[in-house]
């Protein structure tokens, strides 16, 4: 058994046991012929630091998330992808990464991008509850109760993460400002993308904290937030950022929130009919179970995919048909613990703010929540039906090919005559019959039998879980950051 499988049997009986005391907390009265069980509502102690942050902790955090100074190219910033006007995610399926300019929807490629980022950008909401213990869709941040690396965490970088992390949200910090099509950029553009390119992630590292402590303003806000330290290192600012987002992203204000604190009226009739259902015969609850709709496990339910994939799979069919030598599959949480029963699998997300925080889907393939709640109750249907060419994803403008001469790795612009080719990967594993029986057998959600009325009160339910505070948060955005750099997102456009 790996370690991976013996952790994973482990969370399980936790989570059971966790499920166990919610089921027989006092159920909350919906009318007055049958009750409902629902979980305990959210309190501060549900939350990093109790959620109360230090204050200079949560500044300075709050500086880093959307100061661009933290990628490579001194281009793009956390938030960038996740604005917190559009839901903490950009509103887009896939998104455009380093090489990109401007926000969501209008972003487009400026000099160039090597390709767009595979995976939808999470929604942040609650990301700092403590019952967190993995991140990124896949899991591939999470906790070690093994204690097998000093930091604490199974991470791709093993044992070069550093130790000193205080939380799984701020180990998670660490791994976006290494990924090339995120926020490092592309080898010999900057010495951070060179690093991480040649394997050296504990340089690519120092040098982002080498740019921070070269910066008067962030000389000063790191001495307040660690008073007790000397030098400035990625580990401090990771637990800051990760203090700004347990505090920032916090939204447990919503109807359902009032329904949990006792007051049965906080819900509409449609949607305390949508609750039934949610927590009864619809078994939403299988998977979105607790105060957070997410029982932080990894399912197989038969998504379609869209977009460039992970590079997994060994088929080569759309090398045959392109040209270019890679493979276009995504495999989930099988590329992590590489058990048989993950392929496919994506971590349950949770439900807060959910009309607000599509597309949907771990690839935002749904860009219409009612469809991704049909999808559920016949997936495998819903996966070859679905028609990939329908989904609109952020053209790319500008596309650089990566080749090698000799032994010199080269970029380059893309000869437009092979551009054809190169846009098949989009939905390639959605037109291959292959590929996408390959999904539709992994899939593990069985069918569902629901009205249209009982939709629209599920929906009803869906909507009773948006905090009215979260539909913009704009007022997070700082109008100036340390570096002088631009904030991203601009803090100074129109409000929706």
Same mark, same amino acid.
């Given at each position: 058994?790996?370690?991976?499988?013996?952790?994973?049997?482990?969370?399980?009986?936790?989570?059971?046991?966790?499920?166990?005391?919610?089921?027989?907390?006092?159920?909350?009265?919906?009318?007055?012929?049958?009750?409902?069980?629902?979980?305990?509502?959210?309190?501060?102690?549900?939350?990093?630091?109790?959620?109360?942050?230090?204050?200079?902790?949560?500044?300075?955090?709050?500086?880093?998330?959307?100061?661009?100074?933290?990628?490579?190219?001194?281009?793009?910033?956390?938030?960038?992808?996740?604005?917190?006007?559009?839901?903490?995610?950009?509103?887009?399926?896939?998104?455009?990464?380093?090489?990109?300019?401007?926000?969501?929807?209008?972003?487009?490629?400026?000099?160039?991008?090597?390709?767009?980022?595979?995976?939808?950008?999470?929604?942040?909401?609650?990301?700092?509850?403590?019952?967190?213990?993995?991140?990124?869709?896949?899991?591939?941040?999470?906790?070690?109760?093994?204690?097998?690396?000093?930091?604490?965490?199974?991470?791709?970088?093993?044992?070069?993460?550093?130790?000193?992390?205080?939380?799984?949200?701020?180990?998670?910090?660490?791994?976006?400002?290494?990924?090339?099509?995120?926020?490092?950029?592309?080898?010999?553009?900057?010495?951070?993308?060179?690093?991480?390119?040649?394997?050296?992630?504990?340089?690519?590292?120092?040098?982002?904290?080498?740019?921070?402590?070269?910066?008067?303003?962030?000389?000063?806000?790191?001495?307040?937030?660690?008073?007790?330290?000397?030098?400035?290192?990625?580990?401090? /600012? /990771?637990?800051?950022?990760?203090?700004?987002?347990?505090?920032?992203?916090?939204?447990?204000?919503?109807?359902?929130?009032?329904?949990?604190?006792?007051?049965?009226?906080?819900?509409?009739?449609?949607?305390? /009919?949508?609750?039934?259902?949610?927590?009864?015969?619809?078994?939403?609850?299988?998977?979105?179970?607790?105060?957070?709709?997410?029982?932080?496990?990894?399912?197989?339910?038969?998504?379609?995919?869209?977009?460039?994939?992970?590079?997994?799979?060994?088929?080569?069919?759309?090398?045959?048909?392109?040209?270019?030598?890679?493979?276009?599959?995504?495999?989930?949480?099988?590329?992590?613990?590489?058990?048989?029963?993950?392929?496919?699998?994506?971590?349950?997300?949770?439900?807060?703010?959910?009309?607000?925080?599509?597309?949907?889907?771990?690839?935002?393939?749904?860009?219409?929540?009612?469809?991704?709640?049909?999808?559920?109750?016949?997936?495998?249907?819903?996966?070859?039906?679905?028609?990939?060419?329908?989904?609109?994803?952020?053209?790319?403008?500008?596309?650089?090919?990566?080749?090698?001469?000799?032994?010199?790795?080269?970029?380059?612009?893309?000869?437009?005559?092979?551009?054809?080719?190169?846009?098949?990967?989009?939905?390639?594993?959605?037109?291959?019959?292959?590929?996408?029986?390959?999904?539709?057998?992994?899939?593990?959600?069985?069918?569902?039998?629901?009205?249209?009325?009982?939709?629209?009160?599920?929906?009803?339910?869906?909507?009773?879980?948006?905090?009215?505070?979260?539909?913009?948060?704009?007022?997070?955005?700082?109008?100036?950051?340390?570096?002088?750099?631009?904030?991203?997102?601009?803090?100074?456009?129109?409000?929706?």
């Amino acid at each position: 058994m790996s370690i991976f499988k013996s952790y994973k049997s482990s969370i399980c009986a936790g989570t059971a046991l966790s499920l166990t005391l919610l089921s027989v907390t006092a159920p909350v009265r919906a009318d007055s012929s049958a009750s409902l069980s629902v979980p305990e509502g959210l309190h501060d102690s549900d939350y990093l630091y109790d959620g109360k942050p230090p204050q200079a902790l949560f500044e300075l955090g709050r500086n880093l998330f959307f100061d661009p100074i933290l990628s490579g190219n001194r281009n793009i910033s956390c938030g960038t992808c996740h604005d917190p006007a559009r839901g903490t995610s950009d509103g887009v399926a896939l998104s455009i990464g380093e090489g990109g300019i401007g926000i969501g929807p209008s972003r487009r490629t400026a000099d160039g991008v090597i390709d767009r980022i595979p995976r939808n950008a999470q929604a942040l909401w609650n990301i700092g509850a403590r019952e967190y213990r993995s991140m990124f869709h896949d899991g591939r941040v999470e906790a070690d109760p093994l204690s097998t690396f000093q930091s604490g965490y199974w991470t791709p970088a093993r044992e070069h993460l550093p130790p000193g992390l205080d939380t799984i949200l701020a180990a998670q910090a660490m791994f976006p400002v290494l990924s090339d099509l995120e926020m490092a950029g592309q080898k010999g553009e900057n010495p951070v993308a060179t690093a991480v390119a040649e394997d050296r992630v504990s340089d690519a590292w120092d040098h982002l904290a080498k740019r921070l402590g070269e910066t008067p303003s962030y000389q000063e806000m790191f001495a307040a937030a660690f008073p007790d330290t000397d030098g400035i290192t990625m580990v401090q /600012a /990771a637990n800051a950022l990760a203090a700004f987002q347990s505090q920032a992203f916090r939204s447990d204000d919503s109807p359902f929130d009032g329904f949990l604190s006792g007051e049965p009226m906080a819900l509409s009739d449609a949607a305390r /009919a949508g609750a039934y259902l949610f927590y009864g015969k619809a078994g939403c609850v299988n998977c979105h179970s607790g105060a957070l709709q997410t029982d932080h496990e990894f399912h197989a339910i038969a998504v379609p995919q869209i977009g460039p994939g992970k590079g997994h799979g060994s088929d080569t069919s759309y090398w045959r048909a392109s040209g270019f030598g890679r493979h276009t599959e995504d495999e989930g949480r099988y590329r992590v613990t590489f058990e048989a029963d993950d392929l496919f699998a994506f971590r349950t997300p949770s439900l807060r703010n959910v009309t607000l925080t599509g597309p949907w889907g771990h690839d935002g393939a749904f860009d219409d929540l009612e469809a991704m709640v049909r999808h559920h109750l016949d997936s495998v249907a819903s996966l070859e039906a679905f028609d990939a060419s329908a989904v609109p994803l952020p053209p790319l403008g500008s596309i650089i090919e990566q080749t090698a001469e000799n032994s010199e790795l080269i970029f380059r612009p893309l000869n437009g005559e092979r551009r054809a080719a190169f846009d098949l990967r989009d939905r390639w594993v959605q037109s291959a019959t292959a590929l996408r029986g390959r999904i539709a057998l992994a899939n593990t959600l069985a069918p569902v039998a629901l009205e249209d009325n009982e939709i629209a009160e599920l929906m009803a339910f869906l909507d009773a879980l948006t905090d009215p505070s979260a539909r913009d948060r704009s007022d997070l955005v700082p109008q100036h950051v340390p570096s002088g750099l631009a904030p991203q997102p601009d803090p100074r456009r129109p409000r929706k």
